[in-house]
């Protein structure tokens, strides 16, 4: 463990503060190596009951956890808007509604993408093979600050469907609503009679989140930058420890000269605005074909300069609220200087919203934008749609896998098999056509990355069946129960086996046959000499 990410003394405390107002929310407790072990083994306790629990239990218990998000789904939203300064309906869209669709999806497919599945057992055909989803034990769940709601529950329901505990170590930037959301999860365990430690939320900085690291948890799933994803990895190597690493995006958005335009329109506002930009989904780099550019960003820009920007929870109805971590808008403000510098030009916003408050940054529209510049190969994360002129696929494709990330990306053509040809090109985790970022909301789907959006899966079976020990059982078909031994080793025994490999692999018929007769002599006088 590096000296930056020492554990930090377990009496020293993180404030909190709501980013759209500044009001101060508390203090919590940062805590240390100790404490994160502890809230493992407490979790561990409560898991040895919790997995041999039955499927139907499990679903019994996500069904009430869905009663009560939709019960509570105002304070939920509330909380998300005062931790983090996104809208009530950003909190709605990207908190809530994901998390009910994933509790959905586990409840009407979770059993079946976990029961035991039957596989052939090729040549060995006395027996039985079997694949079988056991809980692997205690999952750690490592949050960034984006969804404060959904980065804890979006894995937390398929670990818990998967008979596992958790422990989850919120964001120092969100950590006041973890403590409703937990007691969220707590209540449905309690209302099935289950033992709410199962679930444990640790607050502090990153020191806490590599404590649970090497707490001993049986798998930990990051989401975060690219660059702690790394030190995750490395200090799970001490386990090893298995990593699922969702690490963010730099997703393209290709416009083709026969889109729809309002379409497109629409969902680029929607992909670069929404939650102010801070979604690792989010549209980072737009490729618009030269026929249909100046339109393109004739309406964007319009429609960029009409939202309304303020405090989520005000008086009047605004479309974007506040960036949640005060970094972020250094960030920005480093990138956009860095791509006027080469030659960018803004349209709508740029500059911060002092009037407003610290943490608030419009809606920017950037144009004449190209690959030199910082802000198409580093994750901004804030509302700042990059603009790129292309003239023709081969140009779109090129650029839009010019990134070391690959995370989402969409294209927007209404002819279907362009779409499909462009789509089979893009190099990434997942592509939308004709919608940006949707693939989230389809639970069957795998979410993840590839290059240094991350490694591994969530969500759909495949997100299920990463929370689980993958077993492979041979069991016997036939009531034989002796297996084949080779011992001792006859003289004839290697040519015996070489034979039945021509037998069994040679190539068709003849090449199968040549071996025939060489197996049947080896075998009997294999049978010979093991007699004598
Ligand atoms: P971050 O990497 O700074 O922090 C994420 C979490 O990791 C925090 O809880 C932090 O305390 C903890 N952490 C920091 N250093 C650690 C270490 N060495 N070991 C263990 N834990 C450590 O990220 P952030 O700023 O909170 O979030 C923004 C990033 O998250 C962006 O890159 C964004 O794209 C990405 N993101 C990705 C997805 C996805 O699904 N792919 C979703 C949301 C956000």
């Not at 070489?498 to 199968?512: D, F, L, M, S, W």
């Amino acid at each position: 463990m590096t000296t930056e990410h020492a554990p930090q003394a377990s009496t020293a405390t993180l404030p909190a503060h709501e980013p759209a107002t500044q009001s101060p929310l508390g203090e919590f407790p940062v805590m240390d190596a100790a404490a994160v072990r502890d809230a493992v083994a407490r979790a561990r306790r409560a898991q040895r009951a919790w997995g041999t629990t039955t499927f139907a239990q499990r679903r019994a218990v996500m069904r009430t956890l869905m009663d009560l998000t939709l019960e509570r789904h105002e304070a939920i939203c509330r909380a998300a808007v005062r931790d983090s300064g996104k809208t009530m309906v950003d909190a709605a869209l990207g908190e809530v509604f994901p998390v009910l669709e994933k509790i959905r999806y586990v409840l009407a497919h979770g059993e079946r993408d976990l029961r035991p599945e039957r596989r052939s057992s090729g040549i060995l055909a006395q027996k039985g093979a079997r694949v079988e989803f056991h809980p692997l034990g205690v999952v750690g769940v490592i949050c960034p600050w984006n969804f404060p709601f959904h980065n804890l529950l979006c894995p937390a329901v398929p670990a818990l469907f998967a008979g596992n505990g958790v422990v989850a170590k919120v964001s120092e930037h969100t950590t006041w609503s973890a403590e409703p959301y937990l007691e969220l999860i707590r209540d449905a365990l309690r209302a099935h009679g289950h033992d709410p430690e199962l679930v444990q939320v640790v607050s502090g900085y990153g020191a806490t989140g590599s404590a649970l690291v090497t707490s001993g948890a049986d798998k930990i799933f990051f989401t975060g930058s690219p660059h702690n994803g790394r030190k995750v990895m490395e200090a799970a190597s001490q386990g090893p420890t298995d990593v699922v690493l969702e690490l963010g995006g730099k997703d393209p958005m290709i416009v083709c000269d026969d889109a729809d335009l309002d379409h497109a329109v629409e969902q680029a506002m929607l992909g670069v605005f929404t939650a102010c930009g801070q979604m690792c989904v989010g549209v980072e780099r737009i490729y618009v074909m030269d026929a249909v550019y100046d339109e393109f960003v004739r309406r964007v820009t319009a429609g960029a300069k009409r939202l309304r920007q303020g405090a989520p929870l005000g008086d009047s109805v605004v479309d974007c609220g506040a960036m949640t971590m005060p970094r972020q808008l250094d960030i920005i403000e480093e990138l956009l200087a860095d791509a006027k510098a080469k030659g960018a030009r803004v349209l709508a916003g740029g500059e911060r919203r002092r009037d407003l408050g610290p943490q608030f940054f419009p809606p920017t529209v950037l144009v004449d934008v190209d690959h030199s510049m910082r802000i198409v190969h580093e994750e901004q994360f804030g509302p700042v749609m990059s603009i790129l002129r292309v003239s023709s696929e081969d140009e779109a494709i090129r650029l839009a896998n010019d990134t070391a990330y690959g995370l989402g990306s969409s294209v927007f053509t209404k002819d279907r098999r362009r779409a499909d040809r462009i789509a089979g090109q893009l190099r990434s985790g997942m592509t939308v056509i004709n919608d940006y970022g949707i693939a989230y909301m389809i639970q069957s789907l795998p979410f993840g990355g590839v290059g240094i959006s991350g490694i591994g899966r969530i969500n759909g079976r495949e997100g299920l069946r990463a929370c689980c020990n993958t077993k492979a059982v041979v069991t016997d078909r036939l009531p034989l129960g002796k297996g084949v031994s080779v011992y001792p080793i006859q003289p004839t025994t290697y040519g015996l086996v070489r034979a039945i490999c021509g037998v069994v692999y040679g190539n068709g018929v003849r090449g199968r046959a040549r071996h025939v007769a060489d197996a049947a002599r080896l075998f009997a006088a294999e049978v010979r000499s093991r007699r004598s």
